[in-house]
C-alpha cells in the first residue's frame, strides 16, 4: 500500500506528517517505533508491532482511553491520580517551597541549561508515574519549550508513553503574584483578569481573550488552565474576588461560556477537540464565594461557607447554564475542581460537614448524579495533607477529616467521587486508599473506580492530542508568545476595564505634557498570603514613572497643573495571632475601610465553627476592630488635597474587593478604579488616549455596617455609597468624559429593573 506519511527532523525529535491524519512527533532515540497501517503512521507505545486502539488516532478520544484504562496497573492509574506541586522553572535555589536540584546541586553549581529537569520531576514522573504538572513559574519562551520537550521525551519513553499533560493557573493578567495566579518571565500577552474581563461587560471579548490566550498555552507546552475561577462574588470582603466574573448570575453564565469555548475549541474540529485546544478546569464547585465574614479557606480560620439567605442553588448556575452547556462543539468544561471550603450545612443526605471535595453528597449525589458531570473532578492543593499547629499557617486543607490518616482523606474523597488529587506527587497515599478500599469493597470493584478515574483523566489528553505530539517547534512558539497582536488585544481589554467613578467639573482627561504631582506611598506590615509578614513598604507608584511619557512629572504640589494618587483597596486579613495570644479568640473583622473599624453591627454568634486546634465554636469578632495595612493611601489623599489647594486631585484605585468610598471620595476631583492593570493603561485613560468604557463589576458599600448585615451567599444586597455629584456606586455604574454610561450593557445587565421592582 502507498505510503501516507513523510518524516522531517525538528530539534531534538521527528515530526511525522500523515495525509489526511494526525501530525506524529518522536523524540530523538525513542524506543517508541512507527507502525505504518492503512498507509498511515501510528505510534507503537507498546512496542509490540501491532496497531491497539488506544495507538489508533483515528478512534474517538473515549474509545482509546478506555482500552488504555483497561491496560494500566494501578500504580500507573494512582500516578495518573496524581497533580503535581507547582513547578518553578528552573527550580529556586536555596530554602523556600520551589525548591528543587540537579544532580544534587543547585542549578547553578550543576552547570545545567535552565531547562533541564529537576531531580525530583524525574523521580516523580518514572517512579510515581506522574504525569499531571503544575507549571508556576517559566524563565522565558525558550525555556518553556526546551523544558516541555525533555518532559516529553522521557514520558514518551517510560510505562505505556502516556505524555504530561501540563497546566498552569491563570498567567494572562498584567499582575500577579499570589499561589494561584502563574508567575511569568515568557512575555505573553497580558489582560485585564477575573473582574475585570467582566469590567467591559461583554462576552465576546471574554471568548476572543480564550481564543488568544489558548494557542500561548499550547506554545508554552500548557494543555490545561486551572480556570475560569466563576464562583458568584456574594461575599465582598473574600480575598479571591477580584479572580472572579462577580455576583451577578446571567453574566457571570455568559463570561463563563465564552471563557470556556475560547480556550477548548479547535477551528475546524467536528467536536471542537484538537490541537489547539486547552482543557479548562472550572472552579471552584459547588461556589467558594459565600465564605463567613469573608475569610478564606486557604487557612483554618476560613474553612467555613455558609449560606444565610438559603442561596445555595444560585451558587450552582454558573456551572449548570455556563460550564455544563458551552455553545461549542466540546459542550462542557473538561474539569471541575470543589473548593476547600466545607459548605456548612448542606449536606441534607449524611449531614456532613467536611471539606467539598470530602463531600458523597456534593461530588457524588449532586455533581455525578443530579447534574450529571462525568468530566474530570480534581481537589483543589493540600487537601490531602495535615493542618498546620495554627490558625493560621499555611499547610494542608484537610477540612472535616483531620482526624484521618492521609491515605484514609484520599479514600473518602474517592468515595465521593474524585479523580484526581491537587498539590500531590507522591503515589504511596493513593495505593495505600486502594488497599483499604479493596479490604471495604473488593479488588474488583475498588480496580472499577480506579478504571472510572483513569478513563476520564486519559480523555482530556487524548482530546488535546497530547498522545500524538506533545513537542514544540521553538520558532513557532516564539512567534506566538507575546505576539504583537496578541500583546495589543490585551492591552485594549485592560484599557477597557478601567472605571471612571467621578469627574467633577470634567477635570479628566488630563491635558498631555501638564505637570503631574504623584506622591509615594507608606504601607505598614502585613500578614499575607503565604501567613508570612510582608515588612512595611515605602513605594513609588510605577505610574510615576510611566507619566513621563506623556506628563511632566513634578516633585512638589506647588509645581503642579494636578495631582494623580496612585492607592489600593483596603488591605486587611480577619485573623490576629495577636488576638489569640491576648486572650481572645483571634476572629477579628476584615475591614473594607482604612480608618479602624468597630465591629459593632457584627452577628454575636457565627453560624459556623469548630476546629480541632479550637476548645471552642463561636468565631464571632462582634465589637473587636480592625485597621486596613494601607490606612496611609487615605492619609497620602487628604494631605494631596491640602496641598493641591484648588487645583485637581486625581485617584486611580488599584481594587481588590469593593470599598467604603465615603473616606476617601470627598478629597478627590476624579476616581478611576482598576482591577489590576497596568499603569500605562491607567495613564492612557486618564490623558484622553482612551476614553474610559468600563462599568463596575461590583458595588461600592455605603459604609461597614451594611457589610455585616449582607448575607454571604446573596448578590446586590448592599446599601450603596452615593458621591457628592448625587451618583450612587452601583453594579453597571460607570463614566465616560461626557457623564454617565447608558448603553445596552447597562440595559440589559444593570439593576434599574431590579430597583424598580423592589
Not at 177 to 194: L, Q, R, V, Y
Not at 448 to 456: C, D, I, P, Y
Not at 461 to 482: A, H, K, M, Q, W
Amino acid at each position: 500500500m502507498e505510503k501516507l506519511w513523510e518524516e522531517k527532523q525538528m530539534d531534538g525529535y521527528r515530526l511525522i506528517r500523515n495525509e489526511e491524519g494526525k501530525d506524529l512527533g518522536v523524540s530523538d532515540g525513542s524506543k517508541v517505533k512507527i507502525l505504518t497501517v492503512d498507509g498511515h503512521a501510528f505510534k507503537d507505545f507498546l512496542g509490540t508491532g501491532e496497531l491497539v486502539p488506544y495507538e489508533d488516532w483515528r478512534l474517538s478520544a473515549r474509545e482509546r482511553a478506555e482500552d488504555l484504562a483497561a491496560r494500566l496497573p494501578v500504580e500507573d492509574i494512582a500516578g495518573l491520580m496524581l497533580y503535581s506541586a507547582h513547578q518553578i522553572i528552573p527550580a529556586q535555589s536555596g530554602p523556600g517551597p520551589f525548591t528543587a536540584t540537579y544532580g544534587g546541586k543547585s542549578l547553578e553549581e550543576s552547570g545545567e541549561e535552565p531547562w533541564a529537569l529537576t531531580d525530583q520531576q524525574k523521580k516523580f514522573l518514572t517512579e510515581d508515574k506522574v504525569r499531571h504538572v503544575l507549571i508556576m513559574g517559566l524563565k522565558d519562551t525558550e525555556t518553556a519549550v526546551r523544558w516541555n520537550n525533555r518532559m516529553q521525551a522521557l514520558a514518551e519513553n517510560t510505562g505505556f508513553g502516556i505524555p504530561a499533560n501540563n497546566s498552569s493557573d491563570p498567567r494572562h493578567g498584567s499582575g500577579s503574584g499570589a499561589e494561584f495566579m502563574g508567575i511569568t518571565g515568557e512575555p505573553i500577552s497580558k489582560w485585564a483578569n477575573g473582574i475585570g474581563l467582566t469590567a467591559s461587560f461583554d462576552p465576546e471579548s471574554v471568548k476572543e481573550f480564550g481564543k488568544i490566550g489558548s494557542r500561548e498555552y499550547r506554545a508554552l507546552g500548557i494543555a490545561t488552565a486551572l480556570s475560569p475561577q466563576i464562583d458568584l462574588a456574594t461575599e465582598p470582603r473574600w480575598m479571591r474576588f477580584p479572580d472572579t466574573f462577580g455576583e451577578h448570575t446571567e453574566l457571570t453564565v455568559a463570561m463563563t461560556k465564552a471563557y470556556c469555548d475560547g480556550f477548548q475549541t479547535t477551528e475546524g474540529s467536528p467536536d471542537g477537540w484538537g490541537k489547539d485546544s486547552v482543557n479548562t478546569m472550572v472552579k471552584h464547585f459547588p461556589g467558594g464565594g459565600p465564605c463567613e465574614a469573608g475569610r478564606d479557606a486557604h487557612y483554618a480560620y476560613g474553612k467555613y461557607a455558609v449560606y444565610p439567605g438559603n442561596n445555595f442553588d444560585e451558587h450552582l448556575k454558573p456551572f449548570t447554564e455556563g460550564a455544563f452547556k458551552l455553545e461549542d462543539g466540546t459542550e462542557c468544561a473538561s474539569a471541575v475542581m470543589p473548593y476547600y471550603t466545607v459548605s456548612y450545612g448542606q449536606d441534607k443526605v449524611n449531614g456532613e460537614n467536611v471539606g467539598n471535595s470530602f463531600s458523597r453528597y456534593l461530588i457524588g449525589d449532586l455533581l455525578r448524579e443530579q447534574l450529571g458531570y462525568d468530566g474530570v473532578v480534581c481537589t483543589d492543593w493540600g487537601i490531602t495533607h495535615d493542618e498546620g499547629s495554627t490558625e493560621e499557617e499555611f499547610a494542608g486543607k484537610c477540612w472535616g477529616v483531620e482526624g484521618l490518616t492521609e491515605a484514609q482523606r484520599h479514600l473518602k474523597a474517592l468515595e465521593a467521587g474524585v479523580d484526581q488529587f491537587g498539590g500531590n506527587n507522591d503515589v504511596q497515599p493513593v495505593l495505600e486508599a486502594y488497599r483499604l478500599g479493596c479490604e471495604i469493597y473488593g479488588e474488583e470493584a475498588m480496580r472499577k473506580r480506579f478504571e472510572r478515574s483513569a478513563v476520564r483523566l486519559l480523555m482530556n489528553i487524548f482530546r488535546t492530542g497530547l498522545f500524538e505530539n506533545p513537542y514544540l517547534d521553538l520558532e513557532e512558539s516564539i512567534n506566538t508568545v507575546g505576539n504583537p497582536e496578541f500583546v495589543q488585544k490585551g492591552y485594549e481589554s485592560q484599557l477597557r476595564s478601567v472605571v471612571l467613578l467621578k469627574n467633577k467639573g470634567g477635570v479628566l482627561p488630563l491635558k498631555e505634557k501638564c505637570r503631574v504631582y504623584i506622591p509615594d506611598r507608606h504601607i505598614r506590615p502585613y500578614r499575607n498570603f503565604m501567613s508570612g509578614i510582608t515588612p512595611e513598604a515605602y513605594i513609588t507608584p510605577p505610574g510615576k514613572k510611566a507619566a513621563e511619557g506623556l506628563f511632566e512629572v513634578v516633585d512638589t504640589p506647588e509645581e503642579a497643573d494636578a495631582a494623580v494618587c496612585f492607592v489600593e483597596s483596603p488591605i486587611s486579613i480577619g485573623y490576629s495571632p495577636e488576638d489569640r495570644a491576648s486572650g481572645g479568640n483571634g476572629y477579628v473583622p476584615v475591614t473594607l475601610q482604612y480608618r479602624t473599624y468597630t465591629a459593632k453591627a457584627a452577628r454575636k454568634v457565627s453560624m459556623a465553627g469548630g476546629d480541632p486546634l479550637e476548645d471552642f465554636m463561636n468565631r464571632s469578632y462582634y465589637g473587636k476592630t480592625n485597621t486596613a495595612a494601607n490606612e496611609e493611601d487615605l492619609d497620602m489623599v487628604i494631605r494631596t488635597r491640602e496641598q493641591m489647594k484648588d487645583k485637581p486631585v486625581i485617584v486611580s484605585m488599584t481594587v481588590k474587593n469593593p470599598v467604603v468610598m465615603s473616606e476617601m471620595e470627598p478629597y478627590a476631583d476624579a476616581i478611576l478604579t482598576e482591577f489590576g492593570v497596568s499603569a500605562e493603561a491607567v495613564l492612557d485613560v486618564i490623558s484622553g488616549r482612551f476614553e474610559p468604557e468600563g462599568l463596575l463589576p461590583l458595588q461600592m458599600p455605603a459604609d461597614m455596617e451594611t457589610v455585616e448585615e449582607q448575607a454571604e451567599d446573596c448578590a446586590f444586597d448592599m446599601r450603596v455609597y452615593t458621591d457628592e455629584e448625587g451618583h450612587s456606586y452601583d453594579f453597571a455604574f460607570g463614566m465616560n468624559y461626557s457623564g454617565v454610561i447608558s448603553d445596552k450593557r447597562t440595559d440589559r445587565y444593570g439593576r434599574k429593573k431590579e430597583m424598580l421592582d423592589r
